[in-house]
């Protein structure tokens, strides 16, 4: 043939056919240099550093115990953790802490699942505006949030009694905070299904809206659910600001205080909030929907 090409035939297929040469030189081009190896084990190790390395300092000095002149070191005591326990100041904030969590949580659900929903199905158009109202506390600094909403703290505080001057009232003004993190985890969780037809076949069959959210929708973003609520778990767990200026004692608020009086027993408590937080994100990545079936299926093409 007067047109040759630079591909070569290779041995028989054992199916039939030929195989196709591979061109010499093929693949050189994906081989990743050793100085970009190098640099991105780096980049891994700076980073890694800068995560872990303020942990084990802070282990280290939270488990310090008496200072040994002869050997010039510290000796190892678990008592910073053991004597959590023993300030009740503490143990209350963790529990008032905890309460906010609960609140914010469920609040934060019952008004972004159903008015998400609603909007994929019933007002598409409107998707865009509920985003950036979502979104919108991003842009708003914490000291900002609260001087506006100062004087309403201090009205409900007057003329509510003791529910008003409860801390549990924080997770009003936190679930505000906690809509933009909450919102892109139950996004993402929506566009992974095809919400408008299951509302649709469940309205088909005779389901009112509250029974179409609560036992059609929910079960399939149960994994978005989770994950909105381990992040809005973990910023009322770590939420200093607001509560610091309105003066309430949350957790990172006494633990701010105790660093005057035991900075060791403040580290450890720290250490505590950290481990508890690594618990809730393995036992997410472990046990939710699906995450055990994350498995590539093998294309088998048809033999020609």
């Given amino acids: 043939m007067s047109g040759s090409t630079n591909t070569q ?6 199916q039939g056919g030929a195989y196709l040469a591979r061109p010499k030189g093929a693949g050189r081009g994906r ?9 991105r084990y780096l ?3 700076l980073v890694l550093g800068y995560l872990i390395v303020p942990l084990f300092a802070s282990v280290e000095f939270a488990t310090r115990g008496d200072f040994d002149k002869a050997t010039k070191t510290f000796g190892r005591s678990m008592e910073a953790f ?4 023993k300030f009740p100041n503490l143990v209350d904030s963790i529990l008032v802490s905890l309460g906010i969590a609960v609140l914010t949580v469920g609040g934060m659900l019952l008004l972004l699942v159903p008015t998400m929903v609603w909007t994929v199905v019933r007002v598409p158009r409107m998707r865009r505006v509920v985003e950036f109202l979502c979104l919108l506390p991003l842009a708003i600094p914490a000291i900002v949030i609260v001087v506006g909403i100062g004087p309403i703290y201090r009205w409900i505080g007057q003329n509510l009694g003791a529910v008003g001057a409860s801390p549990l009232t924080l997770s009003l003004i936190d679930i505000i905070l906690v809509l933009p993190y909450s919102y892109r985890a139950l996004d ?3 566009r992974g299904i095809d919400t408008a037809t299951l509302s649709d076949a469940s309205r088909s069959l005779g389901a009112g809206w509250v029974r179409t959210i609560f036992e059609v929708i929910v079960p399939n973003i149960r994994g978005g659910i989770l994950s909105a609520s381990v992040l809005a778990t973990a910023l009322v767990l770590g939420e200093f600001t607001i509560s610091s200026l309105l003066s309430y004692n949350t957790v990172q608020v006494v633990i701010f205080l105790l660093g005057h009086r035991d900075a ?5 408590v720290s ?11 393995f036992a997410i990545a472990r046990f939710a929907p699906g995450a055990g079936s994350r498995t590539q299926r093998a294309v088998e093409e048809p033999v020609a």
Avoid at 9 to 14: T, Y
Avoid at 82 to 85: A, G, H, P, Q
Avoid at 264 to 268: E, F
Wanted: charged share 5%; hydrophobic share 70%; no cysteine.
């Fill in 9 to 14: 035939m290779g041995a028989a297929a054992p």
């Fill in 31 to 39: 081989r990743v240099s050793r100085g970009q190896t190098i640099a």
């Fill in 43 to 45: 980049v891994l190790v």
């Fill in 82 to 85: 053991t004597s959590i326990l």
């Fill in 188 to 190: 993402s969780s929506l």
């Fill in 264 to 268: 060791y027993v403040a580290v450890a």
């Fill in 271 to 281: 250490l505590a909030a950290l481990f508890f937080a690594f618990v809730l994100l």
